[in-house]
């Protein structure tokens, strides 16, 4: 009697052991990044349909152009910082704008999203003989020559096909920085033209030459100032920034991120002044010019102090 109680609780014991296990939700299958990317677009294009989002209905290439520098720049916060969770998000934001673009681009029968990743592909492919193919490059430097001649016979195919049939326009001269888009920001233009140049053997010696430069373009604008001629201002303003941008190329600093940088700086110390300035009771804007150069200083410390501190703490 006793083995047969003993078994029937064997049995319960399995028949609840099963149920249990069953009523368990069942593990979640990891989704590879092309099961999300196939998601995203489809998210992307539910927002898009008529029963939608109305503000994703409403946006276009154009509207969304500023959104898409903006989230651009907010990578480049989020990996400065340190911060991989905000790094990722960023960059799916990014890539975000990628397949708005795409998905506006696929409602108008112009392409896909799937283009876009095949042509990218296919150019990666294209541009790295040395790896996918049979050429060699012994370092960085013949990568990226190889990568710009590439290019310039790709833009020479893509524009013989364009221009066919056209005679007057197959007369146009091709130019080695042609690709360099006028819509960059000027400092991200002009680094782009002179990386272009620099690729073709137009460059400096050394940094020394482009100091030199610099200096002579800074003397320029002076006499132009003590002309008060607005016109030659403007341009000697423009080449003194310019023989900066190439400066800062020639010594491997991105410019656009370095004034970045420099602005967020000015903007910390700005409102450090601020706080001192109502700490202390007082209207920022009704001090004397001397009160905030000290006011200033004082903020310049405050953050030189806080960075050795930092520093320190690093060790």
């Known amino acids: 009697m006793a083995s047969r109680k003993t078994e029937l609780k064997k049995r319960k014991s399995r028949r609840t052991s099963s149920r249990k296990a069953s009523s368990k939700t069942p593990k979640q299958k ?10 995203l677009v489809a998210l992307q294009a539910r927002l898009r349909a008529p029963n939608g989002c109305p503000w994703d209905r409403e946006q276009t290439h154009a509207t969304l152009r500023t959104y898409l520098i903006e989230e651009a720049y907010e990578v480049l916060d989020a990996m400065k910082s340190g911060d991989d969770a905000k790094f990722a998000n960023e960059m799916g934001d990014l890539l975000l704008q990628v397949v708005f673009h795409s ?48 290019k310039a016979q790709e833009r020479a195919g893509a524009q013989e096909r364009q221009e066919h049939g056209e005679a007057e326009k197959k007369e146009q001269r091709k130019s080695l920085l042609d690709g360099v888009p006028r819509g960059l920001p000027a400092t991200m233009e002009g680094l782009q033209l002179t990386r272009k140049a620099s690729r073709a053997g137009f460059d400096w010696d050394n940094a020394q030459g482009v100091f030199e430069k610099l200096r002579e373009e800074f003397a320029e604008l002076l006499r132009a100032s003590d002309e008060k001629d607005a016109a030659k201002m403007e ?55 001397a009160e905030k150069e000290k006011l200033w200083e004082a903020a310049k410390l405050v953050e030189r102090q806080a960075a050795k501190t930092e520093a320190v703490g690093k060790r």
Request: no cysteine; charged share 35%.
């Open 103 to 150: 998905q506006i681009a696929t409602e108008e029968g112009r392409f896909t999203v799937a283009d876009v990743i095949r042509e990218v592909h296919e150019k990666m492919v294209r541009r790295h003989p040395h790896v996918f193919g049979e050429k060699r490059a012994k370092d960085a430097a013949e990568v990226l020559r190889n990568w710009e001649q590439i």
């Open 235 to 289: 341009e000697e303003m423009g080449d003194l920034l310019f023989a900066a941008v190439n400066l800062a190329r020639f010594l491997q600093v991105d410019p656009e991120i370095a004034l970045k940088n420099a602005n967020a700086k000015f903007a910390r110390r700005f409102r450090e002044m601020e706080r001192r300035s109502l700490e202390n009771g007082q209207a920022f804007a009704d001090l004397a010019r």
């Open 30 to 39: 990891k989704l590879t990044a092309g099961e999300w990317f196939e998601r």
